[in-house]
Each structure stands twice: as C-alpha cells, then as structure tokens.
C-alpha cells in the first residue's frame, strides 16, 4: 500500500476524529470557541501523525495489508481526537479576567 494512499486515509481517520460542536445547553449560551476550522486541521494533522507513529510502533508485514491499515487508524483517530480537543481548549486557557 502505498504512503500517499495511507496518509490519505490516516487524514480522514484524524478528521473522524475532531469532537463534535456542544449540543443544546441551557442559558446563557457558552462561548462559541475557537475557529471551526482550526479544529479540524488540527484534526486532520494529527490523524496523519497518529497513523504514522502507530504505523511505526508496531510494524506490519509488508505490504500493508487492509486489516493492518485500519488497525493503524485507531490510532490515527485516538490522536486526531486528542490535538483537536487540545486545540479547542487554548482559547479557553488564555481567557483572562
């Protein structure tokens, strides 16, 4: 399998992986957060990130099978779901007073 195709799929993997926006909250209305997209690219980096380093954590037999490669977007996911979260709560951080 080739690395443009796995990365590819690592992106998407990461993507899938960008929380959600809050749903319904009572009065008032919480402040909306960071850029939407920010999250999302950051989503996507680190699903690509994740993919990599599970990919090199724990080498598959070569060629990459399909089963090896959706083993690696577990980790691609679990990474693009941490750097999105943290992404979204810098701004939270950096409020003062």
């Given at each position: ?71 690696t977007c577990i980790?691609?996911?679990?990474m693009g779901f ?15 007073g």
């Open positions: 399998m080739s690395y443009v195709i796995m990365f590819i799929g690592w992106a998407l993997a990461g993507w899938c992986g960008t929380g959600p926006k809050p749903g319904p909250w009572p009065l008032p209305e919480p402040d909306p957060g960071p850029n939407p997209w920010r999250r999302i690219f950051s989503g996507i980096i680190g699903g690509m990130a994740g993919g990599l380093l599970f990919h090199l954590a724990f080498p598959a037999d070569v060629p990459l099978t399909g089963g090896a490669f959706a083993l980790g691609a996911y679990i941490v750097l999105s979260d943290f992404v979204g709560s810098l701004k939270h951080g950096r409020k003062r």
